[in-house]
């Protein structure tokens, strides 16, 4: 009885080997590697095609196929520089949208992290009634289209709330800056972000936060010592994700930029050149190119990041 | 225009410092509060600023668009149900609203079967990650470039003497097809839309599905091969209902996004052309008509659309907060 059960569990490990290469063995079918492939290549390239464009002059883009650029291949920075730099007498150039995106995306991207965090902090951690409930709440609302604030939170960038003559939130006076956009985007960004965190400060060990406050550390003290420099990791892992909605977003750049070309991002004045006949295939495609720039390097360089925090915070509204 | 960079930069500048002061100094000073007072305190500054945000932000605005939907034009004059009536006896609407019935069911099936296609392809391949990356990164870039990249492949020349410069139009001409303004053709164009969106959303799915893949004990797949099941049925019988949970996940997530498409349609077509959906022309009505009545109504529609979701949603995150 006992020999019969060692041969057996020892048995088990070669038989697992062997069949496990089998299985390996199995799915990494060439056909499988070459279809793959195929896919990827397919998908690649409506992008590559742009990219190639982009840097052939403007007659050619206009009167031959971008495939037939490496039978006679003729290739100039001249649509990217003259896009980025020259600008026209009625638009800026590009580089000036490139500020204004790093303007609106950089406080966009910090200031729902820090809320979220601290509210994250008291919903794990507080013992209140009505937590339960709160924490739902939040949850809900991550997926409340954004289409539902906008009017509304125009109206009240462009002349404060008032209800019949009392004046609840006067007009600020802030439109036509990063502003409204800045406020926008936290607001929109705070239920998802709020509730990722929750879920990760929750799991800091009880009794490290039970040990803190014996030492006689506050609420505050807490967080800053301890709570906070735990939750670097899923905070940056977040911001990733933040960032890029932001870089990439239009529509509430569009809503709240208020028809200000000042303030504009990159993706309204895109959106606009697309709309407009005048500017030529040339601008709009290195234009394209530029702003993926941003993205792209951080896509590449941390992806393992990026791919998380989409994980995590696919649902948002 | 470019003169405003240099007070762009100080509001940037200010921006960032006033934000970063305001919570330096309440802890500098909330700390040495007594415990007492930190008690109260602590609801004040960690609470406090994101339910006050999102009071302002989302629920009140939220009560304002349902109050608004039911007003006129300029939301003075209550109408009572005339909006909800205009939008679904208006052709043009009728369209926008069938338009958004065919992308929320075409986006989500077939991102997430080639995306599904895409994670077993790739399950067990050398370089998996090359071939990943190149599918994923769709979804980095912005959807108005995504847009400007399809434009393009969807270019038409009008004039036959010359050459064909959009990829669709080439291929189609190559095999003696007659290219076409592909975009003005409807209801063609609502379809070459939607691949746009297939092929943005196709790497988000195949990102969730490879990961729950990999998550799949090798025993189990073992056991079925050892009992004979060939690759067809292992992948329908083991493989898809191991990862099933994460395929709902997927479709909710990709449903949710695709109801409120709007730079896609925004940047192909600006929503003529009968292409355009309930959140692209929502944005129509408010801010290109000025009509916040009807501009409302569309966006309560779109809400309506998503209750079923947010209600699912909230159950299985009550399911997940019980079992633990």
Redesign the interface.
């Known amino acids: 009885m006992a020999d019969t059960l060692k041969t057996k569990s020892d048995s088990q490990p070669l038989l ?1 080997q062997r ?2 290469r ?3 063995d ?3 079918s060439p056909f ?2 070459a ?3 195929v ?3 397919l ?5 590559f ?2 990219l190639v ?1 982009s840097f052939r002059p403007a007659e050619l ?7 037939t650029a490496f039978a006679n291949p003729e290739f100039t920075f001249d649509n990217y520089t003259s896009v980025l730099i020259e600008g026209t007498s009625t638009v ?1 150039p590009l580089w ?1 949208y490139f ?2 995106s790093f ?1 609106i995306t ?2 966009a991207a ?2 729902p992290l ?3 965090t ?2 994250a ?3 794990a951690w ?1 013992d ?1 009634k009505g937590r339960e409930f ?1 924490f ?1 709440a ?4 991550q ?11 125009l109206q ?1 960038f462009a002349r404060g ?1 008032t209800i019949g003559d009392v004046t609840i ?1 006067p007009d600020l006076g802030i439109t036509g ?3 409204p956009i ?3 985007h ?3 960004a ?2 998802l972000a ?1 509730f990722l965190l929750h879920n990760f400060l929750r799991q800091i060990p009880r009794e490290l936060v039970e040990a803190a406050r014996v030492d006689g550390a ?4 807490l ?2 010592r301890v709570v906070f420099p735990l939750s670097i990791p899923a905070i940056a892992s977040f911001a990733i994700f933040q960032f ?1 909605w932001v ?5 509430v750049g ?2 709240f930029g208020g028809g200000s ?3 504009l991002p990159l ?1 309204v004045r ?2 606009e050149m ?2 407009t006949r005048g500017s030529g ?1 040339e601008a ?2 290195a ?2 190119f530029i ?2 720039i941003v ?2 390097i ?3 360089a941390l ?1 393992r990041y ?2 998380r925090g ?2 995590a915070g ?2 948002k ?1 | ?2 003169d ?2 240099g007070p ?2 100080v ?2 500048v200010v ?2 410092l006033v ?1 970063a002061a305001v ?1 330096f100094l309440i ?1 500098l000073l ?2 040495r ?1 007594s ?1 007492k007072t ?2 109260v ?3 004040a ?3 406090g ?3 006050l ?2 009071a ?7 009560g ?2 349902i109050y ?1 939907s039911f007003m006129n034009k300029s939301g003075q004059e209550f109408v009572g149900l005339e909006n909800y009536i205009w939008a679904f006896t208006t052709p043009e609407i009728q369209i926008v609203i069938r338009n958004t019935f065919i992308w929320v069911i075409v986006v989500p099936v077939f991102a997430t079967i ?1 995306g599904l ?2 994670a ?7 370089f ?1 990650s090359v ?15 995504a ?7 969807y270019t038409f020349q009008p004039d036959e003497e ?6 669709l139009s ?1 291929i189609v001409e190559a095999f003696g097809g007659e290219p076409n303004n592909w975009l003005l053709d409807a209801p063609l164009n609502t379809f070459l839309l939607i691949a746009v969106m297939v ?1 943005i959303q ?1 790497g ?1 799915s195949m ?2 599905l490879s ?1 729950a893949m990999k998550a799949i004990p ?2 189990i ?2 056991a079925a ?2 009992d004979g099941a060939g ?1 067809l049925k292992r992948f329908f019988q083991v493989t898809i209902p191991m990862i099933r949970a994460s395929i709902v ?1 997927v479709i ?2 990709t449903l ?1 996004g695709t ?2 498409v ?2 896609i349609v ?2 192909m077509t ?1 929503g003529n052309f009968s292409t355009s959906v309930v ?1 692209n022309e ?2 129509t009505q ?2 290109r008509q000025l009509n ?1 009545g009807t ?2 109504t ?3 529609l ?2 309506i659309a ?1 209750i079923p ?2 209600w699912y ?2 159950r299985q ?1 009550r399911l997940e907060r019980t079992e633990r």
């Open positions: 697992t069949s496990k089998k299985v390996k199995a799915f990494a499988a590697s279809l793959a492939i896919i990827a290549v998908w690649s390239i409506p992008t095609g742009l464009s883009i206009n009167t031959t196929g971008w495939w800026p000036y500020f204004n303007a950089l406080p910090i200031f820090v809320l979220a601290f509210a902090y008291a919903l507080f209140f709160l739902f939040i949850f809900t609302l997926v409340i289209p954004l289409q539902m604030s906008l009017i509304p939170l009240l709330v939130i800056t990063y502003i800045w406020i926008a936290t607001i929109f705070l239920p709020t506050g609420w505050f003290t967080f800053r890029l870089w990439n977003d239009l529509l569009l809503t070309q000042d303030i993706t895109l959106a697309v709309g295939l709009l495609m234009g394209a702003s993926m993205p792209l951080v896509f590449f992806q990026f791919v989409l994980l696919s649902v509204g | 225009m470019i405003s960079i762009n930069l509001i940037l921006g960032l934000f919570f802890f909330a700390e509060t415990v930190q008690e305190l602590r609801y500054v960690f609470l600023p994101a339910l945000l999102l302002i932000g989302l629920l009140y605005p939220a304002r668009t608004l080639f296609a895409m077993y392809l790739t399950d067990r391949m050398k998996a071939v990943k990356s190149l599918v994923f990164l769709p979804m980095a870039i912005s959807m108005v470039g847009s400007i990249i399809w434009r393009f492949v010359k050459a064909e410069i959009g990829l080439a092929w196709t988000f990102v969730v990961a090798d025993d797949q073992e091969m050892l690759q996940v909710t997530t949710i109801l409120k709007f730079d925004r940047t600006g959140a929502m944005y408010a801010f916040y501009g409302s569309l966006a309560v779109l809400l998503i979701l947010i949603n909230i995150l």
